[in-house]
T-cell receptor, first 112, second 113 residues
Framework: GQQLNQSPQSMFIQEGEDVSMNCTSS?????WLWYKQDPGEGPVLLIA?????ELTSNGRLTAQFGITRKDSFLNISASIPSDVGIYFC????????????FGKGTRLHILP | NAGVTQTPKFQVLKTGQSMTLQCAQD?????MSWYRQDPGMGLRLIHY???????DQGEVPNGYNVSRSTTEDFPLRLLSAAPSQTSVYFC????????????FGQGTRLTVV
């Protein structure tokens, strides 16, 4: 079945540093999504990407839809304490079905 | 606007008991889904529905049943709970194509003893 490999599994960074995480798939998706989950809450959508090569920003967050349609990355610039949480990538193939498949998440820790 | 509402928030079951996790959305979304979240496993799709009267299996459907009699509601049934079903369950909804943004409920933490 479809699988997403998300890396790294966890990150420990200093406040103010930039962060980069990525997601790769064994199959093609035509939609890539990035979510953030705070403790005790459901995931919240950060960025949605609908076109290969698309580069989209949302404040300090930037995400790109890979040209091969099998990967995506998320960058966070100048990290702040509220960036702590779990970040999930998710892929969706609208041509096949509407299932949204999630990666296992990247847990971000920020050191003071 | 309530969004996606899940009940209950917490539940403890004994092995073999049955229960239904409720999910309701008031955004007139066509697409609804159930995920379970376990440590280190991310979110795994259990069942999903692309509209009233239509359901399909996700990655981990065994032990769970769903139905979609209305657009608003998508309950998840555990017929005979097992300790392996101890998890946090999330319901999500979204519009159908082309909008992929899924809105999640706050989750149900289920413990099976």
């Amino acid at each position: 079945g479809q699988q997403l490999n998300q890396s790294p599994q966890s990150m420990f960074i200093q406040e103010g540093e930039d962060v980069s995480m990525n997601c790769t798939s064994s199959s093609i998706f035509n939609t890539w999504l990035w979510y953030k989950q705070d403790p005790g809450e459901g995931p919240v959508l950060l960025i949605a990407l609908y076109k290969a090569g698309e580069l989209t920003s949302n404040g300090r967050l930037t995400a790109q839809f890979g040209i091969t349609r099998k990967d995506s990355f998320l960058n966070i610039s100048a990290s702040i304490p509220s960036d702590v949480g779990i970040y999930f990538c998710a892929g969706q193939d609208r041509n096949r079905d509407d299932k949204i498949i999630f990666g296992k998440g990247t847990r971000l820790h920020i050191l003071p | 606007n309530a969004g996606v509402t899940q009940t209950p928030k917490f539940q403890v079951l004994k092995t073999g008991q049955s229960m239904t996790l409720q999910c309701a959305q008031d955004m007139n979304h066509e697409y609804m889904s159930w995920y379970r979240q376990d440590p280190g496993m991310g979110l795994r799709l259990i069942h999903y529905s692309v509209g009233a009267g239509i359901t399909d299996q996700g990655e981990v459907p065994n032990g769970y049943n769903v139905s979609r009699s209305t657009t608003e509601d998508f309950p998840l049934r555990l017929l005979s709970a097992a300790p392996s079903q101890t998890s946090v369950y999330f319901c999500a909804s979204s519009y159908a194509y082309p909008d992929s943004e899924a809105f999640f409920g706050q989750g149900t933490r289920l413990t099976v003893v």
